[in-house]
Nanobody, 124 residues
């Protein structure tokens, strides 16, 4: 069975850090474009970070640029979202998505594989 599973969410203090992991099960993420999205109740889905299926540059949304970064571990078949200097505005569910594309994909409609999400809670 092919699926994506996000882990690493939880409770963190304001200004703290978390690392989210997107792990692929039943298939290889090699050559897959990957996206991280977040969506809070009552708000639209927001693209957070993206990478192509190759080793090209990473795209980061302005709201997280300088605080978040994205990376891939091909040996472990995982993708990560490192989140530093977390704010209350970052508190929401985070989702990873993948599609078999060599180029970077930012349109969520073009992703055909999605995880169920992991919750990030920021306390003061």
């Amino acid at each position: 069975q092919k699926q994506l599973v996000e882990t690493g969410g939880g409770l963190v203090q304001f200004g703290g850090s978390l690392r989210l992991t997107c792990a692929a099960h039943g298939f290889s993420l090699a050559h897959y474009a990957i996206g991280w999205f977040r969506q809070a109740p009552g708000k639209e889905r927001e693209g957070v970070a993206f990478m192509s299926g190759g080793d090209g540059p990473i795209y980061l949304a302005d709201s997280v640029k300088g605080r978040f970064t994205m990376s891939r571990d091909r040996a472990n078949n995982e993708v990560y979202l490192q989140m530093d200097s977390l704010k209350t505005e970052d508190e929401t569910g985070y989702y990873c998505a993948a599609t078999f594309r060599g180029v970077m994909v930012r349109n969520p409609a073009e992703y055909d594989k999605w995880g169920r999400g992991t919750q990030v809670t920021v306390s003061s």
